[in-house]
């Protein structure tokens, strides 16, 4: 037996040993755990899930040891994510500084920084918020007014940040502040970490269609942070704040692999809500082809991150396409779930589970919600200039 399939039976062992069986259940959104100080857990088990995970250093499994990490090379994380996935075990703990922070972090940190950080991210002990966006700075991210003024060993910052997702349940923030007024907008930007309880900072959170509200406003009043803190160079904030963006993207073109696996397929879908021929084919040519394109479309793009994926391990794979990624995934998704919508008829706007299943109106709720996904991140007009410039080298304008 080769030692990766001495891992491979390893991992199975060890997941079967110790994933409860309830957290090898489909996951409501509302069951993800985020970790930091005010952690909350569904129920215990997920709690034990979590503790068993970070024991075995593998809520960040291919991050050092030294940084909390479980040290595995890449096919080796790529066979722990498919024992995973084969078993139907849910994600330990997600989170900013998984998904973001912590990459960034191994690129661009200090050894100090890495070593103070990455650690409490992988146990689980520190969760984070991105402070990018800005009233006024989006799209246009390099806009962004938030003043850092110098003050010898440290800045003090005064502004705002708009869209903070969860900046009410984080206990620290990511944070893009501007250090300079003068020559290219891109090259005043600092990319500042600080705790969310340092007097001077204070959010609101903005209420959604959901009727749910992780976004919020964070607002900067004379917050003082150490130069310590500042992640690259003073001033090239940009290059920091641009690599973070294309792990952020990466992530939510993962979006579906990211997510608890659905109980239904958008085959079910149809199957059990649309008028169907004798012999099982779906009655609507319309419904009938849209649903055709889509599952041709989904699997063109799940062998296309197989193949970026496989890319990533030969060290080949093009940052640039992690914009395409971005782009087609997630428009994807919302077509799909509107396509659900559809096939649900009146069942698929279900707002309250009285009257509806629990299932429709989770689905209800996925499509209002998922059409933040082509926003978040960089919208997707905002992708397609990126591919056309930096992909393609088309002209601007
Ligand atoms: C679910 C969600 C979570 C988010 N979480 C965070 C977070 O945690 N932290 C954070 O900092 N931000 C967060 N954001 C903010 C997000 O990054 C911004 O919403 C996004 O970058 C777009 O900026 P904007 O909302 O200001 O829209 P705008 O930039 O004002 O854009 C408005 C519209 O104009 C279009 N547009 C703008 N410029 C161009 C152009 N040059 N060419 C073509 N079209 C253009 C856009 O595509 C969009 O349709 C989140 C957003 C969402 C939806």
């Given at each position: ?6 891992f491979r039976?390893e ?9 409860p069986?309830?957290?090898?259940t489909?996951?409501?959104r ?27 250093r593998?809520?960040a ?7 909390g ?13 498919q024992?995973?996935?084969a078993?139907g ?8 500084g ?6 960034a972090?191994?690129?661009y940190g200090?050894?100090?920084?890495k ?5 409490k ?29 110098d003050?010898g ?5 005064n ?5 903070t997702?969860?900046?009410?349940k984080a ?5 893009l502040v ?6 290219k907008?891109?090259e ?6 600080f705790d ?7 959010v609101?959170p903005?209420p959604?269609?959901?009727?749910e509200?992780?976004f919020c406003d964070t607002?900067l ?7 310590s ?20 993207r990466?992530?939510m073109?993962?979006?579906?692999r ?8 958008t085959?079910d ?8 021929n004798?012999?099982g ?8 082809n ?9 699997q ?8 970026a ?7 080949t794979f093009?940052?640039?396409?992690s ?11 919302t077509?799909?779930d ?10 698929g706007?279900g707002?309250?589970?009285?009257r509806f299943t629990f299932?429709e109106y ?6 209002m ?5 082509t ?7 905002v992708?397609?200039?990126?591919v ?9 304008k």
């Amino acid at each position: 037996m080769s030692t990766l399939d001495q891992f491979r039976k390893e991992t199975h062992d060890w997941l079967v040993a110790n994933c409860p069986a309830s957290m090898r259940t489909p996951q409501k959104r509302s069951e993800g755990v985020y970790g930091g100080r005010r952690a909350s857990f569904p129920n215990d088990d997920a709690k034990l899930w979590m503790d068993r995970m970070v024991e075995k250093r593998w809520t960040a499994p291919d991050w050092a040891s030294e940084y909390g990490g479980g040290g595995l090379s890449a096919e080796e994380t790529k066979i722990l994510a498919q024992e995973m996935e084969a078993l139907g075990c849910r994600k330990p703990i997600v989170g900013h500084g998984f998904w973001m922070l912590g990459p960034a972090l191994l690129e661009y940190g200090t050894e100090e920084q890495k070593l103070e950080h990455l650690p409490k991210i992988a146990r689980g002990e520190i969760r984070w918020c991105q402070g990018y966006s800005e009233p006024g700075a989006g799209s246009d991210l390099a806009s962004l007014r938030c003043k850092a003024e110098d003050k010898g060993d440290h800045f003090v910052l005064n502004g705002q940040k708009s869209w903070t997702s969860d900046g009410d349940k984080a206990d620290w923030i990511f944070c893009l502040v501007r250090t300079n007024d003068e020559g290219k907008k891109q090259e005043g930007i600092s990319f500042v970490l600080f705790d969310m309880e340092t007097p001077g900072v204070s959010v609101r959170p903005v209420p959604l269609i959901t009727g749910e509200s992780h976004f919020c406003d964070t607002f900067l009043d004379n917050v003082v942070v150490p130069k310590s803190q500042v992640v690259g160079e003073i001033n090239k904030g940009w290059s920091v704040a641009k690599a973070l963006l294309v792990h952020e993207r990466t992530m939510m073109s993962q979006i579906e692999r990211n997510m608890p696996k659905p109980k239904f397929s958008t085959i079910d879908y149809a199957k059990n809500y649309l008028p169907l021929n004798d012999d099982g084919t779906i009655k609507d040519a319309l419904m009938r082809n849209r649903l055709a394109n889509h599952l041709m479309r989904d699997q063109s793009i799940k062998l296309s991150q197989q193949r970026a994926f496989e890319e990533g391990m030969a060290g080949t794979f093009d940052m640039r396409v992690s914009t395409i990624f971005k782009y087609i995934s997630t428009e994807e998704k919302t077509a799909k779930d509107s396509m659900v919508a559809d096939m649900m008829g009146m069942t698929g706007a279900g707002w309250d589970t009285d009257r509806f299943t629990f299932d429709e109106y989770t689905k209800t709720y996925e499509w209002m919600s998922n059409k933040a996904l082509t926003i978040a991140g960089g919208s997707s007009e905002v992708q397609l200039n990126l591919v056309s410039k930096r992909g393609l080298g088309l002209p601007e304008k």
